[in-house]
């Protein structure tokens, strides 16, 4: 369970362009929900889910992750939960380019000191399970954009996480290729995972799918319930 409490967010305290992207906004996520956070852009959607993946430290409020309070946590302690705790797909996927799919995949794994030869072969498994195997090889400037997100989430689950937090997952994606990401949502969700998403898509936030829907506008959460 992630909970937060009366968290805001400001940028360039006391400047000119001070900026609220999130504020006063208190609310709970569940292990094995499917979350997403719908607005307009700049509703502050982005930031919210940066703060429950502890990418993002609050102005003020609380931040709870099951019964563990972390919202003072020295980064290196912070550091230490995401990778064990979450995984992260990214609006631009954030491969890197000159290497591989397979060593893209790999990437969040070298922090732990995993042996190279296990941490390759539990990688090539998670390629398989998307369908990607044949492509370990192939530097990811070469690959379209349905096969760069896979990668993308094969990355995001090489640690195991309990949490897989994606932010605009299908801005970049034709409809065919949004529907192909909503079917790896549902294999995830019945893998056992919670999931965390921000979009503004009507092809994520209406699916069925979806056991919850938060939405926010102005930085503020204006509706915060379970589908029915």
């Known amino acids: 369970m992630i909970k937060v409490t009366n968290i805001s967010k400001l940028y360039n305290a006391g400047r000119p362009n001070e900026f609220i992207a999130v504020r006063d906004v208190t609310l709970t996520v569940s292990l094995g929900e499917v979350t997403v956070l719908k607005g307009p852009s700049g509703s502050g959607k982005t930031t919210l889910l940066g703060i429950l993946g502890c990418m993002v430290r609050p102005s003020s409020g609380r931040i709870s992750l099951g019964d563990r309070e972390i919202t003072s946590l020295p980064e290196r302690f912070l550091t230490q939960i995401r990778r ?20 893209n995949v790999m990437i969040p794994a070298y922090p732990t000191g995993e042996r190279y030869a296990p941490l390759r072969r539990r990688a090539l498994e998670i390629l398989e399970l998307f369908n990607m195997s044949h492509k370990a090889a192939a530097k990811v400037e070469w690959l379209s954009g349905g096969e760069a997100q896979r990668v993308a989430i094969a990355r995001a689950l090489i640690n195991n996480p309990t949490i897989i937090i994606a932010d605009e997952p299908t801005a970049h994606l034709d409809t065919k290729l949004s529907h192909e990401f909503m079917v790896i949502v549902r294999q995830l969700r019945e893998g056992g995972k919670t999931i965390l998403i921000a979009s503004h898509d009507p092809i994520v936030y209406d ?13 503020r959460v204006i509706n915060d319930g379970s589908r029915s």
């Open 207 to 219: 699916s069925e799918l979806m056991t919850s829907r938060i939405e926010l506008r102005d930085g």
């Open 84 to 103: 064990e705790t979450f995984g992260f797909i990214f609006q631009q996927f954030n491969l890197i380019k000159g290497l591989t799919a397979l060593e």
